[in-house]
């Protein structure tokens, strides 16, 4: 079984700063594939990044970015220059193999505040 | 990135009823789709995997009966909620994916948000 912990309930960020959401996942297989998702608060779960098991570097996609070390099976995601629009739910969740392939484990959600 | 819609986007039945949501994959043909359910700031919790063609998967706890998932074509799968009941309300969201292989990206739909009075 997979399982991904968010322990930040929410987090509060200044308009133009960075900030760094975290994850941690846990799973038994060795091929896995690790997702973030933002959720507005009309519900719509909008895909933002992918990172593989195998790939030696950390994906990016504009201003996302995520913190991959996999010795410490931490996923983190990194904003750069936040904007008011990026308020929202955010969820890191996880695919692995097995009897569980194809599907997605999602962790907690953290929701996030951008400030003008 | 994929297109995925759900219909209707919100709902108020009464109890007893039954609701039919759809979820259909615009631009692809997705070979599975998922159907998720979500309680106010909560996560998200797998209700069922839904392969075309074949019966669907369902999670442990889940009721078959209760929540049939039709999977007729490539691009539309539906989710029965059958004599629905005040405790079935709750935001309902659905996925698909090209092959279901983990490295392939789910794309949501915008969600059903079910009320039972």
């Known amino acids: 079984a997979q399982k991904i912990t968010q322990t930040q309930p929410g987090m509060f960020v200044q308009e133009k700063e960075a900030v760094t959401l975290d994850c941690t996942y846990d799973?038994?297989?060795?091929?896995?594939?690790l997702f973030w998702y933002k959720q507005p608060s009309s519900g719509e779960m909008i895909f933002l990044i992918y990172q593989g098991s195998y790939d030696e570097q950390n994906a990016t996609e504009g201003r996302y970015s995520l913190n991959f070390q996999k010795a410490r099976k931490s996923a983190n995601l990194v904003i750069s220059a936040s904007q008011l629009g990026d308020s929202a739910m955010y969820f890191c969740?996880?695919?692995?193999?097995?009897?569980?392939?194809?599907?997605?484990?999602f962790g907690q959600g953290t929701i996030l505040t951008v400030h003008p | 990135g994929a297109v995925v819609s759900q219909h209707p986007s919100r709902v108020i039945c009464k109890s007893g009823t039954s609701v039919k949501i759809e979820c259909r994959s615009l631009?692809?043909?997705?070979?599975?789709m998922f159907w998720y359910r979500q309680f106010p700031k909560k996560s998200l919790m797998l209700m069922a995997t839904?392969?075309?063609?074949?019966?669907?998967?369902?999670e442990q706890g889940v009721e078959k009966d209760k929540f049939l998932i039709n999977h007729a074509s490539l691009t539309l799968s539906t989710l029965t909620v059958t004599s629905a009941h005040p405790e079935d309300s709750s935001f309902y969201i659905c996925?698909?994916?090209?092959?279901?292989?983990?490295?392939?990206?789910?794309?949501f739909g915008p969600g059903t948000r079910l009320t039972v009075l």
């Open positions: 996925s698909a994916s090209l092959g279901g292989w983990k490295s392939d990206t789910q794309y």
């Open positions: 839904s392969n075309e063609g074949s019966k669907a998967t369902y």
């Open positions: 799973t038994s297989d060795q091929s896995y594939g």
């Open positions: 631009d692809f043909q997705a070979t599975t």
């Open positions: 969740a996880i695919t692995a193999g097995g009897t569980s392939y194809g599907k997605l484990t």
